[in-house]
């Protein structure tokens, strides 16, 4: 996943691709619009390469075969049920404490989250270069220079995937996912501070940010890496490991934490 966001930041990053593909530059449309397209392109061709290879490396058996038969009456024989919607929410009354903590931190985390990932790139444009989506270049090199921010963000995610568990075998996991939420406030608390010192600086609309300010807000992206990998794996460990003591099943653990994930939308 971090070598995938790393690609995909790093394209958005670059400004050059119209001359890689010069038909998607048109009178109307412009140089960041040929940009976006050429990503557009580019992402067709890495799915048609990735479809390509998952497809030849699957060994699956015929329908028509013995051995599909086989297991289609293994399946059927089965006395496992699948869950319906209203069979997920009645296991909610079996949750011990502890689940309960685990799913409302969850929460209030990606209502925290969700916000930097939506409009990160565009807090960079605006509000660290001054500019206005279609007006201007200021904008468009925000945008990019926020991309080359969640691509740094990206290599520490996976250097930090990688420690992961060793952090947690040292530490525990508890005590890491506390540490990487902290630390994630108090990034949300600088860029609040950093945007304040750029509109005091005075250079909003008129020039380029300073460097120095540039070097901050990239700082920023950067250090979000670590917690953003913690919340992406410490809390389906922790609740994996609350609900199998209740034999519920990890299928469970992973469906309830996500409805923690996506009710904040």
Same mark, same amino acid.
């Given at each position: 996943?971090? !070598?995938?966001?790393?690609l995909?930041?790093a ?14 530059l +048109? ?5 960041s619009?040929? $940009? ?14 990735t ?6 490396? &699957? $060994?699956e ?7 599909a &038969? $086989? &297991? @289609?009456? @293994? ?11 209203w069979? *997920?929410f ?5 949750f ?11 929460? *209030? ?14 807090w960079?444009g605006?509000?660290?270069? =001054?500019?206005?989506?279609? =007006?201007?270049?200021?904008?468009d090199?925000g ?7 969640? *691509? ?5 995610l996976?250097i930090t ?5 060793r952090?947690c ?20 608390v ?8 750029? $509109?005091t600086?005075g ?7 300073? +460097?120095?300010?540039? !070097?901050?807000?990239l700082?920023?992206f ?6 953003l990998? !913690?919340?992406y ?7 994996s490991?609350? !609900? %199998?003591? *209740?034999?519920?099943? %990890? ?6 934490l996500n409805?923690a994930?996506?009710?904040? %939308?």
């Amino acid at each position: 996943m971090a !070598i995938g966001n790393i690609l995909g930041y790093a394209t958005g990053s670059y400004s050059g691709w119209y001359k890689v593909f010069p038909f998607t530059l +048109t009178p109307a449309c412009n140089i960041s619009c040929a $940009n976006l397209k050429s990503a557009f392109f580019l992402d067709i061709i890495f799915i048609l390469i990735t479809t390509y290879i998952s497809i030849m490396a &699957a $060994n699956e058996v015929p329908l028509g075969s013995s051995g599909a &038969a $086989n &297991a @289609e009456a @293994e399946e059927s024989g089965g006395s496992a049920e699948e869950a319906f919607l209203w069979e *997920l929410f009645g296991t909610f009354r079996y949750f011990s404490k502890p689940i309960w903590v685990i799913l409302s931190v969850t929460a *209030l985390t990606w209502i925290a989250w969700f916000p930097f990932l939506l409009f990160d790139t565009d807090w960079m444009g605006r509000e660290i270069y =001054g500019g206005e989506p279609n =007006g201007g270049a200021n904008y468009d090199t925000g945008v990019r220079m926020g991309a080359l921010g969640l *691509l740094l963000n990206s290599v520490v995610l996976g250097i930090t995937s990688l420690l992961m568990e060793r952090l947690c075998r040292k530490r525990g996991p508890g005590f890491v996912w506390g540490v990487a939420n902290i630390l994630m406030a108090i990034c949300f608390v600088a860029m609040l501070v950093v945007t304040y010192v750029a $509109n005091t600086i005075g250079y909003l609309g008129k020039d380029l940010p300073p +460097t120095r300010i540039v !070097i901050y807000a990239l700082t920023i992206f950067t250090i979000l890496g670590f917690p953003l990998a !913690i919340t992406y794996s410490v809390p389906y460990a922790l609740i994996s490991t609350h !609900i %199998q003591s *209740l034999g519920l099943g %990890q299928g469970l653990s992973m469906g309830v934490l996500n409805l923690a994930i996506v009710l904040p %939308q």
